[in-house]
């Protein structure tokens, strides 16, 4: 079960690659985790994409100081810590888009630090 | 004995920033009460000094110069002037962020106005926890009184998640303490003490605590910036009045897809770093809030 699950990431990566579109976004229906990474001034992916209904962790982590994730449509929000993951859980109800930010002042670019999460059928 | 202002001197006073008419506003309609008189004072706000972005505000050296002359070529001074907060822009370079502060400080130093009250946004105190913003213009959070009315300087930016903290809530509180319900209020703050547009980080994470001491006092109203324009809102019966900034205007929470500052257009210079007039008058107990932009040579 785990092989054909990893086969399938897999196969889905090569496409992926091919085609050029973010394979964390893509693949959040197979492994409910998808990894947000973040660093002055951006998150990486800025753009993630979810089906309504399905749960997905989202694992957060910061490659310099400290950032926030905060998506208040959503209600989520969690700080974002240098050497540590942070989990947030989500069930996304509603279709949409969603916007997130840092909302840890993080220096001359903070305010540009913005991210969305699309929720789609 | 009440202080007439010239409307026209109180409008031009306007054109760089805010201004706050005082006219016994908090006492019993038809009842001033004893020891106040009527004042006005000026906000300045978000002049980020060291601001570098033509296509935003080919100005950015010569706004806040302007504003301090305009303040000084008034005919009436204001009691006190006041910044509510990002004197300067923000930078990772301790020394240059000194630098700013010196140079917004000499600037600021030519205002012919007695009493200047500071205030921090996150550009000045966000990144070191308020550190340097204190070694050059002291507490980051205080209180004074003048003339009957009980001014309380909130700090929501030291703390760079946007938060006053429990210490300083627990400092309102003991301040808050002190006050007589009916007792003139005005809180200055950096950021939106309620949840203006949170989208755009338009608030303060617990300014609810800070909005709920005040909620049994009946007269009160908070200035604050960072929205870097006019908005006007009412919590229950406490008034929130954001200013204009001095370097980059912004556009209406939400009206564009990413919150960035309104590029500059040559056609209309200045526009969005327009001004407001707050006049309160006594015995109808409100507020005429009135709006107007600043033309390309800064004056009204």
């Known amino acids: 079960m ?25 693949l959040s229906e197979d492994s409910k985790t998808i990894k947000i990474s973040a660093k002055r001034y951006e998150f990486a992916p800025s753009e993630i994409t979810l089906k309504k209904g399905v749960p997905v962790i989202l694992q957060l982590s910061s490659e310099d100081r400290s950032h926030g994730f905060y998506a208040p449509s959503l209600n989520l929000r969690a700080d974002i810590l240098p050497g540590k993951v942070t989990e947030l859980k989500v069930t996304p109800q509603k279709t949409g888009d969603y916007d997130f930010y840092c909302d840890i002042f993080c220096g001359s670019g903070h305010e540009s630090m913005l991210g969305k999460i699309k929720v789609v059928d | 004995m009440t202080t007439e202002i010239d409307r026209r001197e109180f409008i031009r006073l306007a054109g760089i920033g805010g201004v706050v ?3 016994g506003i908090y006492g019993l309609p038809g009842q001033a009460m004893p020891g106040n008189k009527d004042f006005f004072f000026v906000q300045l706000s978000d002049s980020h000094w060291g601001f570098e972005g033509a296509k935003i505000n080919p100005d950015a050296k010569g706004t806040l110069r302007k504003a301090v002359k305009e303040v000084n070529s008034l005919n009436q001074k ?8 990002d004197l300067t822009q923000t930078t990772d370079d301790t020394n240059v962020r000194k630098q700013r502060m010196k140079e917004f400080q000499e600037i600021v130093g030519e205002l012919d106005t007695k009493v200047v009250h500071f205030m921090p946004g996150e550009h000045d105190a966000s990144l070191d926890k308020g550190e340097t913003y204190k070694e050059f213009f002291g507490a980051t959070h205080y209180t004074f009184d003048h003339k009957g009315v009980h001014f309380i300087a909130l700090d929501n930016v030291s703390d760079p998640t946007g938060s ?3 210490d300083q809530i627990e400092w309102l509180k003991a301040d808050l303490g002190r006050q007589k319900p009916d007792s003139n209020i005005v809180v200055l703050t950096h950021r939106p003490l309620f949840d203006l547009y949170p989208q755009w980080d338009w608030a303060t994470r617990d300014g609810a605590k800070a909005i709920e001491l005040l909620m049994p006092f009946k007269n009160v109203s908070v200035f604050y910036g960072h929205i870097h324009r006019e908005h006007h809102q009412m919590t229950g019966h406490i008034a929130h009045h954001s200013a204009t900034s001095l370097m980059l ?3 209406e929470a939400g009206s564009v897809p990413k919150r960035m500052p309104i590029p500059w257009n040559s056609a209309e210079p200045y526009k969005g770093l327009g001004f407001r007039n707050v006049h309160s008058e006594t015995k109808a107990r409100k507020y005429e809030l009135t709006q107007y932009p600043i033309n390309e040579a800064g004056k009204v």
């Open chain 1, 2 to 26: 785990i092989r054909e699950t990893a086969k399938r990431a897999l196969a889905i990566a090569g496409l992926l690659a091919m085609t050029g579109l973010n394979i964390h976004s893509a």
């Open chain 2, 21 to 23: 008419f005082m006219s």
């Open chain 2, 78 to 85: 204001p009691d006190f002037v006041v910044f509510t907060g």
């Open chain 2, 164 to 166: 006053i903290g429990d």
């Open chain 2, 249 to 251: 205007p912004m556009p």
